[in-house]
């Protein structure tokens, strides 16, 4: 992002299902805000950076099994703005 300081970025973070919901969507929101918090503390304007937590509400891969469950706690980066 220091190469290209026109680019925006929206931080997603999801979770599996395990567990209450609301606890879930909370814990999907603090891992969005710390990686935000990481790269601008590295430099990057937060004003560059929006995120949004979806709990376990969008699933990649199954929730019936720990090994597929693990593929759905996640962060994803999308640009937003090039």
Do not use: C, W
Not at 15 to 29: E, F
Request: charged share 30%; no cysteine.
């Amino acid at each position: 992002m220091k190469e290209y300081p026109s680019l925006e970025i929206k931080i997603s973070g999801h979770t599996d299902n395990q567990g209450d919901p609301a606890l879930n969507l909370k814990l999907s929101q603090d891992r969005v805000n710390e990686v935000k918090k990481y790269l601008s503390s590295h430099g990057i304007n937060s004003g560059r950076i929006t995120t949004e937590g979806f709990g376990g509400s969008k699933p990649i891969a199954s929730n019936d099994q720990e090994e597929t469950r693990a593929k759905n706690r996640r962060v994803e980066f999308t640009i937003t703005k090039k």
